[in-house]
C-alpha cells in the first residue's frame, strides 16, 4: 500500500505522468517492424495523422519536415507478426487516408532498445 500512496503522490505533483509495461514483443511473435513514410500535403496532416494512429497496429505516428531530397512528412511505425501484414496495414491505411505516396521501410536488426536513463 505504500508503493501505491508513494506513486499517487508523484502523479498528483506531477513527476511522474503514466506508468506502462515494456512488452518483450519478439517473444509474443510481432518479428516485423516497419516504419511508413508517407507524403502528405501540409493541410491533410491532422486528418490523415488521426487515421492512421488509430490502426492497433500503429505505435508511433507523427509529422516530420520534408526536404527537397525526402518529400515525406508523416511517420507511421508498425508492429507485425510479418512483412506481408506490415504490407497490409500500409495497404488498409493508405485506402482509407487517400495517400498513396508512401514507403514502408522495415527493421532489420536491432542494436538497443532501453529506457529514458537520466
Same mark, same amino acid.
Not at 29 to 51: C, F, T
Not at 63 to 73: D, F
Not at 87 to 92: I, T, Y
Given at each position: 500500500?505504500?508503493?501505491?500512496?508513494?506513486?499517487?503522490?508523484?502523479?498528483?505533483?506531477?513527476?511522474?505522468?503514466?506508468?506502462?509495461?515494456?512488452?518483450?514483443?519478439?517473444?509474443?511473435?510481432?518479428?516485423?517492424? @516497419?516504419?511508413?513514410?508517407? +507524403?502528405?500535403?501540409?493541410? $491533410?496532416?491532422?486528418? &490523415?495523422?488521426?487515421?492512421?494512429?488509430? !490502426?492497433?497496429?500503429?505505435?508511433?505516428?507523427?509529422?516530420?519536415?520534408?526536404?527537397?531530397?525526402?518529400?515525406?512528412?508523416?511517420?507511421?511505425?508498425?508492429?507485425?507478426?510479418?512483412?506481408?501484414?506490415?504490407?497490409?496495414? @500500409?495497404?488498409?491505411?493508405? +485506402?482509407?487516408?487517400?495517400? $498513396?505516396?508512401?514507403? &514502408?521501410?522495415?527493421?532489420?536488426?536491432? !542494436?538497443?532498445?532501453?529506457?529514458?536513463?537520466?
Amino acid at each position: 500500500m505504500e508503493v501505491i500512496e508513494r506513486l499517487n503522490h508523484l502523479l498528483e505533483g506531477e513527476v511522474i505522468r503514466r506508468f506502462s509495461a515494456t512488452i518483450g514483443h519478439r517473444a509474443l511473435g510481432i518479428v516485423a517492424n @516497419a516504419m511508413i513514410v508517407w +507524403r502528405v500535403p501540409p493541410e $491533410d496532416v491532422e486528418r &490523415v495523422g488521426s487515421i492512421m494512429a488509430s !490502426f492497433d497496429e500503429v505505435t508511433h505516428c507523427y509529422e516530420r519536415p520534408s526536404t527537397a531530397t525526402w518529400p515525406y512528412n508523416l511517420y507511421s511505425v508498425v508492429h507485425s507478426p510479418s512483412r506481408d501484414k506490415c504490407q497490409k496495414v @500500409a495497404a488498409e491505411i493508405s +485506402r482509407k487516408t487517400g495517400i $498513396d505516396e508512401y514507403q &514502408v521501410l522495415f527493421s532489420e536488426r536491432e !542494436f538497443k532498445k532501453t529506457g529514458a536513463r537520466i
